[in-house]
T-cell receptor, first 112, second 116 residues
Framework: SQKIEQNSEALNIQEGKTATLTCNYT??????LQWYRQDPGRGPVFLLL?????KEKRKERLKVTFDTTLKQSLFHITASQPADSATYLC???????????FGAGTRLAVHP | KAGVTQTPRYLIKTRGQQVTLSCSPI?????VSWYQQTPGQGLQFLFE???????NKGNFPGRFSGRQFSNSRSEMNVSTLELGDSALYLC???????????????FGPGTRLTVL
């Protein structure tokens, strides 16, 4: 069956460290993979999109990798700050126009 | 530029009733997608509209329907509400570039529906 999985347990890290979140998928062949941030009571906010022919994408303190052989994407936040505390969702497009399939999300808590 | 707006933000209904939720996309965006978010199932795709036509649909029963108007505003309707329909309903807008399977999605704040 098709699955997209993220670490269900919260990730707790110290301020200044690098946070690494994992997204694994099964029985999909996505051309794109996206990462979103969601704060409590708010809608997700788009962060980064990576294409299947891109191994890595960066935006400021964020870095995403995409390994289609391992069927995995890693999302890194360097020099993390308490303001980075949120739930991070990975999503892939499957089944046509703008149909995003989301993982359950990983809650990140950055402690001062 | 104003973001995606959704009304109402909160709604309480009883089983068997119906509900209509509204979404106004970012100006210029022609695609509107709807998602249901629950603690158990996470974010699930309901449907997507582009230029008043439903282009894509998720695996939800026919009680869930939607439409899009010529100004790109969209509504979704849920009839014969069930307790399990309690959720955060999110809409997202994008340019809806013809021929592309994916655009950056801009989400609204959601409508929190509680069914009693």
């Amino acid at each position: 069956s098709q699955k997209i999985e993220q670490n269900s347990e919260a990730l707790n890290i110290q301020e200044g460290k690098t946070a690494t979140l994992t997204c694994n998928y099964t029985n999909y062949s996505p051309a794109y993979l996206q990462w979103y941030r969601q704060d409590p009571g708010r809608g997700p906010v788009f962060l980064l999109l990576i294409r299947e022919n891109e191994k890595e994408k960066r935006k400021e303190r964020l870095k995403v990798t995409f390994d289609t052989t391992l069927k995995q994407s890693l999302f890194h936040i360097t020099a993390s700050q308490p303001a980075d505390s949120a739930t991070y969702l990975c999503a892939l497009v499957s089944g046509g126009y703008n149909k995003l399939i989301f993982g359950a999300g990983t809650r990140l808590a950055v402690h001062p | 530029k104003a973001g995606v707006t959704q009304t109402p933000r909160y709604l309480i209904k009883t089983r068997g009733q119906q509900v209509t939720l509204s979404c106004s996309p970012i100006s210029g965006h022609r695609s509107v997608s709807w998602y249901q978010q629950t603690p158990g199932q996470g974010l699930q795709f309901l449907f997507e509209y582009f230029s008043e036509t439903q282009r894509n649909k998720g695996n939800f029963p026919g009680r869930f329907s939607g439409r899009q108007f010529s100004n790109s505003r969209s509504e979704m309707n849920v009839s014969t509400l069930e307790l399990g329909d309690s959720a955060l309903y999110l809409c997202a807008s994008s340019w809806g570039t013809s021929g592309s399977y994916t655009d950056t999605q801009y989400f609204g704040p959601g409508t929190r529906l509680t069914v009693l």
